[in-house]
């Protein structure tokens, strides 16, 4: 079955940049969507169709993909970055969606 | 505004049978795929379910699959998750999620499986 590879955690200073990776085998075939969730909350959708950002998400927030990585990214981190962030695409030869493990993102 | 809304969690021991339900307003239901996705305590998110936007598709991831059963009733706005033969590690909050690229989770229901 199709994986989706994440760092567990990734930690950054206010005001930097980010970078939150997800790798798997020929990503750069499939949509890849990103979710933050925060503790207590439902996930919310931050990048869809591999880089666009959903009405309402701030334009720090933008979406990449090169080789088998796609890659969110965060500019000028604020402490309400902080949260879980997880990619997931749909694999069409399994028609099965996937989720990567998420990567938590910490503010120092 | 889109709402999702899931009902029918609780507590159910080992064996046991629940259904979920997800009720759906502010966008044309029968437009759209549905998802089940699930979240364990202190875990990540696992996919679950999904439907197609007439209900002629289902797949299941193989965790579920032969025990769970997603269905859907567009003249009602409503997406279903029939769960038989429970057992302890299908304990999570389910998630009620709209559309193939997952735009909007309902908040969630918890489902407890334990005697």
Known sequence: ?108 | QVQLVEYGGGLVKPGGSLRLSCAASGFSFSDYYMHWVRQAPGKGLEWVSYISSSGAAMYYADSVKGRFTISRDNAKNSLYLQMSSLRADDTAVYYCVRGRESDYWGQGTLVTVSS
């Open chain 1, 1 to 108: 079955s199709y994986v989706l590879t994440q760092a567990l955690s990734v930690s950054v200073a206010p005001g930097r940049t980010a970078s939150i990776t997800c790798g798997g085998n020929n990503i750069g075939t499939k949509s890849v969507h990103w979710y933050q969730q925060k503790p207590g909350q439902a996930p919310v959708l931050v990048i869809s169709y591999d880089s666009d950002r959903p009405s309402g998400i701030p334009e720090r927030f933008s979406g990449s993909k090169s080789g088998n990585t796609a890659t969110l990214t965060i500019s000028r981190v604020e402490a309400g970055d902080e949260a879980d962030y997880y990619c997931q695409v749909w694999d069409s030869s399994s028609d099965h969606v996937v989720f990567g493990g998420g990567t938590k993102l910490t503010v120092l």
